[in-house]
């Protein structure tokens, strides 16, 4: 992330920007001290930390300099009128995926995620939107995050639907749902997809849908997912962003890398209209910024808004299905 944001700084060519990084350890305390570090320096902005239990510790600190803080987390309960939560929002995927799925005329919809702060997430924006546009939340199924209870789990998913497969399973194949949502990736993902293809999921009538952790290689490589639906940033920008980071470092850039990027560009736009281009008016601005992650913009309540494209799973990569929008509605927030 740190060479992502020094490729920023040199590509934008904006002088009156100077990037003070400072380690955290990953610890309170060496947040505490990165913070209280580049705050006596005088700094206006400060990009970071990464984790969300660690943003306190920075906002008090910026809060006493009267500087906004610009949190590579997505943990919205940390957001704030002076924090901004800049990681890839769980319900802004959500919604956009389910959004589409609604526009292709889909209107029953069920949900399978983990019972964490993420699954929360998840399912608080998959109902919202669902009921939003007059669709009906047919089933929603949480599990244990170690995944113990996720066979009890999907039996009453399947037998909520249709006609009764062996045992206690049911046969996930009638018109009971058109859409299932899957908070999920990795092998836990590769385990649910395998279950469900045992409960007779019928792939012809039902919709796999997923969220932005889909945003992966490996996911191409999962035969039972090609064609299934997600909302992330649009490929093509970040293609060739990790082309250039792979000239200068000789490596593969980790997926989080453009958010650092793009936190110190939009800082480098504004810091071309002098001291005080860091205010939140100039932070707000509801016509937003376009980096390599595509449009976005900060809201007042320091949530991030991303235009988002929807993406079908492929064998050879994902496939765009809905361009990102290049504006924002004028409505605003």
Not at 22 to 39: E, K
Not at 205 to 219: E, S
Request: aromatic share 8%; net charge neutral.
């Amino acid at each position: 992330m740190l060479r992502a944001a020094e490729m920023a700084v040199f590509e934008i060519g904006e002088q009156r920007l100077i990037l003070l990084p400072r380690d955290t350890g990953s610890t309170p305390t060496g947040t505490v001290n990165a913070a209280r570090s580049v705050t006596a320096e005088g700094v206006r902005l400060i990009l970071g930390p990464l984790f969300g239990a660690h943003v306190a510790p920075v906002r008090g600190q910026a809060r006493a300099a009267g500087i906004s803080v610009v949190t590579f987390s997505n943990d919205a309960q940390v957001a704030a009128p002076d924090v901004y939560v800049f990681g890839f929002s769980p319900p802004d995927q959500v919604r956009r995926v389910v959004g589409f799925a609604q526009s292709r005329g889909m209107r029953r919809f069920a949900v399978l995620a983990p019972r964490n702060a993420f699954g929360v997430a998840v399912v608080r924006a998959f109902s919202g939107q669902v009921t939003r546009q007059g669709g009906t939340v047919a089933h929603s199924a949480q599990y244990q995050p170690d995944g113990s209870d996720i066979v009890a789990v999907l039996d009453r998913l399947a037998g909520a639907f249709g006609r009764p497969g062996s045992g206690a399973a049911g046969r996930l194949g009638t018109a009971a749902i058109d859409a299932l949502l899957i908070a999920e990736a990795g092998p836990p993902l590769e385990v649910i997809l395998e279950q469900l293809e045992d409960r007779g999921i019928d792939r012809t009538t039902v919709q796999l849908l997923g969220t932005g952790l889909w945003d992966v290689p490996a996911t191409g490589r999962l035969a039972r997912l090609v064609g299934a639906w997600y909302a992330a940033p649009a490929p093509d920008r970040r293609s060739a962003f990790e082309q250039r980071y792979r000239r200068l470092y000789g490596e593969e850039p980790a997926r989080l890398v453009t958010l650092a990027y793009d936190g110190t560009a939009m800082a480098a736009v504004l810091a071309r209209e002098g001291r005080t281009s860091f205010d939140r008016g100039r932070l707000t601005n509801p016509d937003g910024f376009f980096g390599v992650d595509g449009l976005f913009r900060l809201k007042p309540t320091g949530e991030v808004e991303r235009g988002l494209a929807v993406l079908e799973v492929r064998p050879g990569g994902p496939r765009v299905i809905d361009p990102a929008p290049e504006q924002f509605d004028p409505v605003g927030f």
